[in-house]
Structure formats: C-alpha cells, structure tokens
C-alpha cells in the first residue's frame, strides 16, 4: 500500500501490527471455546487473555529463523505467556489463522468502503437536485450531441455507485467467513463448535463446507466486487 495515496485508518488496517492483533484474538477466542467444551484448562485461557502480548519486530526476528509465520508469532506469544501457552492452537492449521484474519481484515474495509460511498451518494444527490436544470452539452459517440443537465449526469452516476453500494454489502457477507477446521479441514482434531464461538465472536460466518482453507472464490467476487467500483470511480472522475 502506497501511503500517500491511502487514508490513515486503510493503512492502520493492514499494518503488521494490526493482523497480528487479529491472530491474537483468534487464538485467545479458539483457546477460550476450548476450555469451555472441556478441551483445555479454563485458567490456562485466563492466563493466555491475560499476558498474549506480541512485538512485530521480535515476531519478524523469529520468523527469520524458523521460516514460519505462525510459528513465529505463537513463540513469541508464548514468550509472554508462560507454561499455559502449550494449550493454544491445539488441533488448529495455520490456514485457520491467516484466512480467517483476512476475513476480518477485509469485512473491516469494507466497512471503510461503504463508508466513503455512504459520503459520495449523499455528495452525488445533493449535486443531482442542486443542478436539476442546469444545461451542459449531452456527449454521443465521443462528440457532442442534443443538450442534457448536469442534474441529470449526477443522477446518473447517484444510480451507478448505489448498484455499486449494493454489490460491495454482498462482496462483505460473502467474504465474512470462518474457518477453524485443522489441517485439511476435516475437524478430525478440533471440535467445530470452536469454530462457531469464533465466528460469533469475530460477526463472520463458519465456512459451510469444510476446507483447510476458506476458497478462494469468495475472494475473487470481493475483489471483482472492488474492480467494478473502482470503474464507476474513474467514469466519475472522467
């Protein structure tokens, strides 16, 4: 990310800093399911709530060594944690970490999205009322041709980017998803109500199918989702 070109709260989204945060609370909440279904110590969630604590720079330091992202961060978690960190991640892939952080990451911008368009829909009715009869040469064919308002050109691109407001809420409750199935996604070491209680916990979805990973057409809607937006942006701007 370009960080003259993007708002504060964009780049704070997917700084390092904030992913890991989100694995943090993905492993407290899965630690805490389990020892509500009798899987784990209820202390030893305690104590992992109470003292998880992370550095990105250690984290980074760590994975230079064993060449392992998750492997890295839940070492230095256990850093802080003591003895009661053996019970964290138990029956869990890594997959399970990273897709389902993503998926906060991403239902959190579009959040931010939906936000900004919320902002240029209110911009883009008032413009369309305030210039309801206000003449500009219409446009055919590249030249120019029978008279229209400019009212009626913001009213136009009001109705494009409420479409596009309507796809991006979809583009969000396809990619709210959670999955915290273990490897391979088969369940065969971790019970799938953990992954109901993180899901609730996060406001995601458990993956209906159970895969290591969650599939990544889901993905490619949301960011299809995000190219078709960005082209009502440009024929605004242009």
Known sequence: MIARYARSPMIDLWSDQTRYEIWLEIECLALEAMAQFGYAPLEAAKAYRARAAFSVARVQDIEAEVKHDVIAFLTNVAEHVGPEARFAHQGMTSSDVLDTALAVQLTRASDLL?????????????????????????????????????????????????????????????????????????????????????????????????????????????????????????????
């Open 114 to 238: 939906a936000a900004g368009l919320d902002r240029v829909l209110a911009a883009l009715k008032a413009q369309a009322f305030r210039h309801a009869f206000t003449p500009c040469v219409g446009r055919s064919h590249g030249i120019h041709a029978e008279p229209t308002t400019f009212g009626l050109k913001m009213a136009q691109a009001f109705a494009e980017f409420d479409r596009c407001r309507t796809r991006l809420a979809a583009a969000r409750a396809e990619i709210a998803i959670c999955a915290i199935s273990g490897a391979v996604g088969t369940f065969a070491n971790i019970d799938p109500r953990i992954e109901a209680y993180v899901a609730e916990k996060l406001g995601l979805s458990p993956e209906p199918i159970s895969t290591q990973v969650i599939p990544r057409d889901r993905h490619a809607m949301f960011f299809a989702t995000l190219a078709v937006i960005a082209s009502a942006i440009e024929r605004l701007a242009t």
